[in-house]
């Protein structure tokens, strides 16, 4: 089976050639009894408890996505994918959400994605594809009855250039001069500028990266803004609970509209990352045939990165960009 992982610093993303999709926050917590008092009251508690034994025994158990950010789980921010203490959880997880694991073992090829600042580092490819190459584990999400994967390959591509595969398969991309690709996250935005040649696109490494900054970038200036006004240290994670329910933040009995706040922190936000963009794009800005904008935060971000230019255009789909174009990438190296 092939597999492809986005594991973002926001969220991980996961794309099977079966067609099943996964999507929960990059989010790992220790936590007791998940689930009990939510099913007490006749509801289903969010995000997953996992188990993860390895071949030595080892085994570990442990809560995923929302259930971790409930239980005051905090994202690894590790500039490092192989860094990130949490990488290789979420992976599995990811792979055991989405079915993968069998009772006779499932052989897994993963196709992973790492940022631009990240993949021009030939180690950093080399030690994320030795952190996982080669793991067998029995697997187990919630209370079904688990099973075993043993990953057996793992390719590695570009973030940026896995959100252009995919703009180029939805037939976005027609295009006849050179164009670039904006890649929203959670920490990082990348910024890729591909010159059309006679052999088709190609990367231009010079005037391609990654600016620090993202939608959690956001985030923190709202909770830092609340926590300013009441002295109270407002978690990160409570802002961004209450932007995905009703927007409001209840603090010492004053309720902060989160959503207006989060508004005003990506205007700010977009505007650091149009210039710096604008910098790096420089004298080939005005020449794109096409700007195409991606990422989980790619829809939030889109009316401040549409000022770079008049055919600025979002995915479809944007979340599941990067995934699909490196399940699309792996394909096609078999076939080759």
């Known amino acids: 089976m092939l597999v492809s992982v986005d594991v973002g610093y926001g969220y991980t993303k996961a794309v099977a050639d079966t ?4 999507w929960f926050p990059s989010v790992v917590a220790q936590g007791p009894g998940f689930g009990r008092l939510a099913s007490s009251i006749g509801v289903a508690g969010p995000g997953h408890e996992v188990t993860v034994r390895q071949a030595d025994g080892t085994e570990s158990r442990f809560l995923v996505g929302e259930a971790a950010l409930l239980s005051n789980g905090v994202r690894s921010w590790d500039l490092t994918s192989s860094g990130r203490r949490d990488y290789g959880r979420l992976v599995l997880s990811a792979l055991g959400v989405l079915g993968v694991a069998q009772p006779e073992t ?6 992973l994605g790492l940022p631009l600042f990240a993949f021009f580092q030939a180690d950093e490819r080399r030690r994320l ?4 190459a080669g793991q067998r584990a029995w697997i187990q999400v919630g209370r079904d009855g688990g099973g ?3 990953i057996r390959d793992v390719k590695v591509y570009a973030q940026a250039v896995g959100a252009y595969v995919t703009a180029a398969g939805d037939g ?3 295009t006849q001069g050179p164009v ?3 890649d929203v996250g959670y920490r990082t935005t990348d910024y890729l500028l591909l010159n059309l040649t006679p052999v088709g696109p190609v990367p231009d490494e010079a005037r391609s990266g990654s600016a620090d900054g993202g939608v959690g970038t956001a985030i923190e200036g709202v909770a830092r803004s609340v926590s300013e006004e009441t002295g109270v240290l407002v978690p990160d994670s409570m802002v961004e609970s209450a932007l995905g329910a009703s927007g409001a933040l209840m603090v010492k009995g004053r309720r902060y509209d989160v959503r207006d706040m989060m508004t005003r922190e990506l205007e700010g936000l977009g505007a650091r990352l ?3 963009i604008r910098r790096a794009w420089d004298d080939r800005l005005d020449f794109l045939d096409a700007l195409f904008v991606a990422g989980g935060g790619g829809q939030a971000m889109f009316p401040q990165l549409k000022a770079l230019h008049p055919s600025a255009t979002l995915l479809d789909d944007p979340i599941f960009a990067n995934a699909r174009g490196f399940l699309s990438l792996a394909q096609s ?3 080759a």
């Not at 067609?19 to 996964?22: D, E, I, P, T, W």
Request: proline share 0%; net charge negative.
């Open 19 to 22: 067609g099943r999709r996964a």
């Open 106 to 111: 499932a052989d897994v090829d993963l196709a």
């Open 274 to 276: 149009v210039d710096q």
């Open 148 to 150: 075993y994967v043993h």
């Open 172 to 174: 976005a991309s027609a």
């Open 129 to 132: 594809q030795q952190q996982l």
């Open 180 to 182: 670039g690709l904006i």
């Open 333 to 335: 190296e078999r076939q």
